[in-house]
């Protein structure tokens, strides 16, 4: 499988589909979930073209992922869910329910999330 540029976060990096952003740089692009799972439910997503976790980690250059993860550790505390406690969720795949084949984070927090 290869990386399709019509998903729907490669069209909100284009700008061709508008979000609520909460963040931008040159590499990474944050904005508000629009079915939330939580009070706080924000969507991180590389600007790069990476299908999923793995093809991130394999492919993007490590300052690259480190300036990401960063970026997510900054949204939590600005958004004040750092001390209270949040979730970070990244599916791959069919079995996990991935739905966008784009990686992504979820970053949720705001109110106790549901044990599984």
Known sequence: MSYDPQNI???IIAELIPCNKVYEDANTLAF???APKAPVHILV?????????EDYVAHAPAQEISG??????????????AESGYR???????????????FHVHLLGGAPLPLW
Do not use: C, W
Not at 47 to 53: A, S
Not at 68 to 81: C, D, M, P, R
């Open 9 to 11: 976060f490669a069209r």
């Open 32 to 34: 508000y979930d629009i």
């Open 45 to 53: 997503v590389p600007k790069g073209p990476y299908m999923d976790f």
């Open 68 to 81: 990401f993860f960063q970026t997510v550790s900054k949204l939590a505390q600005e958004l004040g869910i």
């Open 88 to 102: 970070l969720i990244t599916n791959k795949g069919e079995h996990s329910g991935q739905e966008v084949p784009h």
